[in-house]
């Protein structure tokens, strides 16, 4: 379940929140009883957000950017799955995959995403792509020249500030999913402690491994 409080239909008095509750769950449907949206997920996102209309306004303003967009929707695509794989989170990953098959990007280069650097599915342009959006999920925003400059060999600036601001956007949405546990993001630690087998005690393994002294 996620960390934060759903929203059921019959808490939600604003506007906007009723228009997509109708949207992507039907006009007679509480989206917290009856979770489900026609992409496979649960549609958690949408009911945590909830909590704060102020919150949920601009974040689909933000989406909005797709209607005015100037950059090839494939490359943008790439940057948002890719985010998504390099962040761990599940959702964002999984929705944009989807996202790119709705344009019409073969399966072998969706399924390549994950391991682009040794894919030959890519041209340079896309591999650009997405060594940028490591440098800006991976590396903190540290980019190299050689990087940079195939992007500016192919794309105007507009277009570049475009693909940064809709890459951090996800890199964003990505993290703030594995934190609040939405949709695909909801799954237990996966690094925890190995328990050792019965018996084992306190015993000091470095005894093991060191060798004679």
């Keep these: 379940m996620p960390r934060l409080r759903q929203i059921p239909r019959a808490e939600a008095t604003d506007p906007l929140t009723l228009f997509f509750y109708d949207r992507l769950f039907g006009p007679d449907r509480d989206p917290v009883a ?57 959702f964002v990953f999984s929705q944009h995959c989807k996202q790119m098959r709705a344009l019409g990007v073969p399966e072998e280069k969706v399924q390549a995403v994950a391991h682009w650097q040794v894919s030959p599915h890519f041209n340079e342009l896309e591999r650009a792509v997405l060594a940028y959006t490591d440098g800006l999920v991976l590396d903190g925003g540290r980019v190299h020249d050689e990087i940079f400059a195939v992007l500016k060999a192919h794309l105007p600036d507009e277009q570049i500030l475009e693909l940064t601001y809709i890459t951090c956007l996800y890199e964003m949405h990505a993290t703030m999913s594995r934190a609040l546990r939405l949709e695909f993001d909801d799954r237990p630690e996966p690094v925890v402690e190995a328990e050792a087998p019965q018996g084992y005690g306190t015993r000091d393994i470095a005894d093991d491994i060191a060798g004679p002294g």
């Design 34 to 90: 009856e979770p489900g949206t026609a992409t496979g997920s649960p549609g958690d996102w949408w009911t945590v957000f909830a909590l704060d209309p102020v919150i949920l306004r601009h974040c689909v303003k933000g989406f909005q950017l797709y209607r005015e967009s100037k950059i090839d929707p494939v490359l943008r695509e790439l940057g948002q799955s890719r985010a998504g794989w390099a962040r761990g989170s599940q």
